[in-house]
């Protein structure tokens, strides 16, 4: 896409606020972490690493996924792929992110969580030091493991909170697995002062939104499209205001959930009233970027310059900076916004 508008979005200061660690590993990055840590792959070549990236189905995605987390050892793995992953949101203007770490994944290991988020804090350290991109953890945690596996990972995600994890979250099967069974997590979460965020309506229904707005008191849903089923609960949530869906349609038409970019909502989305932001979920394993999701709005949404203006300020209204650094980047937001318009002729 060339034209104003694209040069525009390129250039307009973003947040990302749903990406995953585990899916921006790249893979030279893979394959060097393989070999450093001396972990098999089905493929000993670099060639061979970017074909099992090219996944034709849903599980062929998660196997990949699972290879990337088992390839992250020590402290020093998780600080290289926290500082490229920062760099790379940083070229694309990114000023905050918010990246999610899968906390079972490494607690099936037995992983020392100070080491993990100590080399997670050191990569992006590193990158602010360089770029002043601004990034912060969070815990996704799959809800196919045990509760009582939750319960220690908000505790984990606590003693975290020294190196900056702001947020705690459920994702993975929420078809088998609804939200009632995580009420008291939630709880948990909430009052040792972690912001709360569910994966819901990407698999599921309505209802999964309903449970994880009303049992559990989120702050955002990550992808959320198919609240729209339920129009009674979607405009309550418009005129709600405060709970924002974050967005990432490339994601859901590369693990099928969505059959086409033709019949994906995020128009609808965009046109019920919903706080919507845009983000790249997993990039290196989706073949997208945060840029690249707005250039897609813009191009198969018709996402207009006001549209796009509209939900990059969004990402930086729900971000989980405090309130006084949320309400100065929003300023920077608008005021960077206006000067490119002006300069662009927009």
């Known amino acids: 896409m060339h034209s104003p508008l694209a040069e525009f979005i390129r250039r307009m200061p973003k947040c990302e606020l749903h990406v995953h660690l585990e899916g921006s590993i790249t893979p030279k990055t893979l394959l060097e972490l393989a070999t450093k840590n001396a972990i098999s792959l089905p493929a000993n070549d670099l060639a061979g690493v970017e074909r099992m990236f090219q996944y034709e189905h849903f599980l062929g995605f998660l ?40 906390p079972a994944q ?14 997670v804090a050191a990569g992006f350290a590193r990158a602010e030091r360089e770029t002043g991109i601004l990034c912060r953890p969070a815990f996704d945690f799959g809800r196919q493991f045990s509760l009582d596996q ?10 975290g909170m020294k190196y900056g994890v702001v947020a ?8 088998n ?41 989120v702050d955002r849903i990550g992808h959320g499209f198919r609240v729209l089923e339920d129009s009674e609960l979607t405009e309550f949530l418009a005129r709600r205001g405060d709970i924002t869906f974050d967005v990432c349609p490339t994601s859901n038409i590369r693990t099928g959930v969505v059959a086409s970019f033709e019949q ?39 996402f207009a310059l006001a549209d796009i203006c509209k939900v990059a300020l969004q990402s930086a209204k729900a971000s989980f900076l405090p309130a006084e650094q949320r309400q100065q980047l929003l300023i920077e937001f608008e005021q960077q916004q206006a000067d490119l318009r002006r300069e662009l002729g927009l």
């Open 63 to 102: 196997d990949v996924y699972r290879t990337c987390a088992r390839c992250l050892i020590h402290g020093e793995d998780f600080e290289r792929v926290a500082y490229e992953l920062a760099i790379d949101l940083a070229q694309q203007q990114v000023r905050y992110a918010e990246v999610m770490l899968s």
């Open 106 to 119: 490494h607690m099936q290991r037995n992983m020392d969580f100070d080491e993990i988020l100590g080399g």
């Open 150 to 159: 939750a319960l220690r990972a908000v505790e984990l995600a606590q003693a």
């Open 168 to 175: 705690f979250s459920i994702g993975g099967d929420e078809a």
């Open 177 to 217: 697995y609804p939200p009632e069974p995580f009420v008291e997590v939630f709880a948990l979460a909430k009052a040792v002062g972690l912001h709360v965020m569910a994966h819901a309506g990407e698999v599921a229904g309505a209802n999964s939104v309903r449970g994880a707005v009303e049992m559990l008191g």
């Open 264 to 302: 994906h909502p995020l128009r609808q989305m965009l046109d019920a009233g919903l706080p919507i932001t845009l983000n790249s979920d997993d990039p290196v394993l989706f073949n997208t970027s945060v840029t690249g999701e707005y250039l897609l709005a813009a191009e198969r949404f018709d």
